[in-house]
């Protein structure tokens, strides 16, 4: 297959593999994630990647001239830059890279992480992708000098052109795969070979390791005791942290605001303990910190779209 001469990793094992297919499992502390990869093109491969966990220690190495597009579907992903350093893939975002920095650390705010990557092998697939289509050149180094001076990674906010390329790759019927694909592949070169790049140069916001770590630190204290409710202005005193930074960059790790992902993480503990437990509903409520039973049935209903009630029943 291609790419079988690259080293991905000692906690990455091939699980199964036939002719043009093979999936991976990728094993660490805190859980595990699956890459199914189709060889495409002579030197283009499509990994479906769904994880849950954490974070993974990438042992990702390779020797050969790479361009790889990763597209977020579900989740975060943490990426670790130089200078101590991190940025934040979302769902929908797009990002390329060269893998020559792939050998380090991620982590995924919200455990757990779905989507794709396009691999390309240039000196592998750089010919056989430049005359695919009569009249319509594709010139995979130029793309690269483009998305990816000196290395650089490139980051494209979620939009529509992106969605429309991508959202239908997440759900084909297998006999028709391949050729989907391939289909899909050249819309997404053209796309990139027309796009403008922006005076930022795809530069997502940064933030440094000890912001985040002390946002790592407050969502851990936010959510050993769940019945407490906090300011933001005491979050701000408690971990010495600037109010306007503090809320920038939570949202910058965890994609919301301090109020919404509590919420979400409250409700989701109720719906545990609904789908686990007889424990009436009003002793739930005040288990997840809320001492008015029709404040908490509105708010389940927000994020779970039916009443706590409607929802036990459902999971019976």
Known sequence: MSFE???????VSLVCQEE?????KMKDDTGDGMMTMYNVFPGVVVLYNDFHMERCASGFRSNTNMLCI??????????EMPRNSYVYVEAGDLQVDTRNSHFCDFSFPLSHYHGITVGFLMDEAAEP??????????????????????DRIFFMRAGRNIEHIFSELYELPEQVRIPYLKIKILEMLLFLSTQEIPESGGERPYFYKTQVDKIKSMKEFLTEDITRHYTL??????????????????????????????KDY?????ALMLRQS??????????????????????????????PAAYRKSAV
């Open 5 to 11: 001469n690259i080293d991905m990793g000692k906690n």
């Open 233 to 262: 202005e005491q979050l701000s005193e408690r971990f010495d942290f600037p109010l306007t930074s503090m809320k920038l960059c939570f949202k910058g790790v965890y994609g919301t605001s301090v109020y919404a992902y509590m």
């Open 266 to 270: 409250r409700m989701n503990a109720a």
């Open 70 to 79: 990763d597209h977020c579907r579900e989740g975060r992903i943490e990426w």
């Open 20 to 24: 043009g297919c093979a999936v991976f």
């Open 129 to 150: 992708l430049a005359d695919v289509l009569e009249g319509i050149t594709f010139d995979l180094h130029f793309l690269k000098k483009k998305y990816c001076p000196e």
């Open 278 to 307: 007889d424990v009436n509903i009003v002793d739930i409520a005040n288990q997840v910190g809320y001492d008015n039973a029709s404040k908490f049935s509105a708010a389940f209903k927000s994020v779970m779209g039916m009443t």
